[in-house]
Antibody, heavy 123, light 107 residues
């Protein structure tokens, strides 16, 4: 059974930092690209970041570029999101989502999702 | 960035109804369009990818169509477990933008 389990969320003050983790099991972690997708309270889905299986290609949404860093450790079956200079508007449930391919190609989709982890940025 | 616009934003329907949700892209995206279902407090789940391919395990009452800029998700006979919010997402370019969602409620 495919499982994605996020951790590392919580309450942080504006300007602070947080590191999210997502551990995968039940599949060959190193064979897939991954995404982070977030959802502010009562709002829709927002794609945040993407990383290929070898970390060779990485993308960010403009809203987080320069503040967030995506990375992965295939030996640990883990995906990470380092979030710095956090803002109130970063408050959201953050999901890790396994992509349907290993590399950046047209037509991929988010085939499996974690349960989500809440990040609250507030003073 | 490619903008995705869904309509309607919400709808009320009865069990057994045929339901259609549309998604329009701000530029042509070929058939690189996915549909997700999200229930309250749960993670989204993929239903349809590349416009019309049904994800394994998804009931056949769900279908997708379209290409270019206009796409449709159809539920042929709405079931109680289908009351949820539905999102389209383009996979033509980065950022992989989502539509704003369509909430399907019980009439």
């Amino acid at each position: 059974e495919v499982q994605l389990v996020e951790s590392g969320g919580g309450l942080v003050q504006p300007g602070g930092s947080l590191r999210l983790s997502c551990e995968g099991s039940g599949f060959s972690f190193s064979s897939y690209s991954f995404n982070w997708v977030r959802q502010a309270p009562g709002k829709g889905l927002e794609w945040v970041s993407y990383i290929t299986s070898t970390s060779g290609t990485i993308f960010y949404a403009d809203s987080v570029k320069g503040r967030f860093t995506i990375s992965r450790d295939n030996a640990k079956n883990s995906l990470y999101l380092q979030m710095n200079s956090l803002r109130v508007e970063d408050t959201a449930v953050y999901y890790c989502a396994r992509d349907s391919a290993s590399d950046y190609v047209w037509g991929t989709y988010h085939r499996d999702w974690g349960q989500g982890i809440l990040v609250t940025v507030s003073s | 960035d490619i903008q995705m616009t869904q309509s309607p934003s919400s709808l009320s329907a009865s069990v057994g109804d045929r339901v259609t949700i549309t998604c329009r892209a701000s530029q042509g995206i070929s058939n690189f369009l996915n549909w997700y279902q999200q229930k309250p407090g749960k993670a989204p789940k993929v239903l349809i990818y590349v416009a019309s391919s049904l994800q394994s395990g998804v009931p056949s009452r769900f279908s997708g169509s379209g290409s270019g800029t206009d796409f449709t998700l159809t539920i042929s006979s709405l079931q109680p477990e289908d009351f949820a919010t539905y999102y389209c997402q383009q996979s033509y370019s980065t950022p992989r933008t989502f539509g704003q969602g369509t909430k399907v409620e019980i009439k």
